[in-house]
């Protein structure tokens, strides 16, 4: 029903850019007296679930935030199944993923990924590459700052080789350094699970993101869960700085 609403509306403002931090996997499973590995598996079905209505509504990119630089202080057994499950839900999703015109790629440090992960990785960038339906981006071993810091000393390196000088360091030129760059403007963000924090996830990007938080564990984060997120997206006043009747002025 809501998204046949969202549909139906021509005046709807669809967000082009979507990122999601998918968290309350662990309690999904504590709650039915499971293990927190059990939450991991349930919470792909959302993915799938996610990836399939952002495509379809329209939205351009699609970034999910799926294991951050912190999360390796887990406990060593929990982050080897998240590796195994990284590992296993490329080898099955990706040639859907292509099928259905969709760009994938990881965004963060995957050095500290074994040999057979990164080859995965690198496999599934190059045989979507020149999909442009949608850019799904996976969020792993990311960190905000880390994303801040590699930018920043891309640009020193480039001023250290004379390639730039330091008035050509612009808000512009440091986000081309940024790992989304060329993507559009990050629109609204999402977190699943009561929290209501953004966990030095897209520091950057998020500047003048709208953000929707939802007690929804990610595990039940479906296909209506993430409409009402649009259709909240849809309500929102989006000033840039700007006053409410300035915003009306240009409409």
């Known amino acids: ?5 969202l549909k139906e509306t021509n ?9 999601i931090i998918m968290d309350g996997n662990g309690r999904w499973a504590q709650q039915r007296g499971k293990t927190r590995v059990v939450g991991h598996k349930n919470g792909v079905e959302s993915v799938r679930a996610v990836v399939s209505t952002a495509r379809k509504q329209g939205v351009k990119a699609l970034t999910l935030f799926a294991f951050s630089s912190e999360n390796w202080q887990r406990p060593e057994q929990e982050v080897s199944v998240l590796m195994d499950l990284f590992m296993f839900v490329l080898t099955r999703e990706v040639k859907k993923l292509h099928k259905n015109n969709i760009r994938f790629q990881v965004i963060g440090d995957i050095s500290r990924f074994s040999d057979k992960l990164i080859k995965k990785i690198n496999d599934a960038e190059k045989l979507t590459k020149n999909n442009n339906d949608m850019v799904l981006s996976i969020a792993a071993n990311y960190g905000g700052r880390w994303d801040i810091t590699h930018a920043a000393k891309q640009l020193a390196q480039k001023v250290s080789e004379g390639e730039l000088s330091v008035d050509d360091i612009t808000e ?6 940024t790992s989304l760059a ?3 403007e990050l629109d609204l963000l999402i977190r699943t699970g009561g929290d209501y924090r953004i966990s030095n996830f897209l520091l950057w990007q998020a500047a003048y993101a709208e953000f929707y938080f939802t007690e929804v564990l990610w595990p039940d984060f479906k296909e209506e869960e993430f409409l009402k997120a649009m259709g ?3 309500q929102r006043e989006r000033r840039f700085g700007q006053t ?6 240009q409409k």
């Open 11 to 19: 005046n709807t403002v669809i967000p082009q850019h979507v990122a």
């Open 182 to 184: 060329g993507l559009p």
């Open 232 to 234: 909240c997206f849809d």
């Open 1 to 5: 029903m809501i998204e046949q609403q």
């Open 244 to 249: 409410g009747e300035q915003v009306k002025e």
């Open 172 to 177: 512009q030129s440091f986000d081309q350094h």
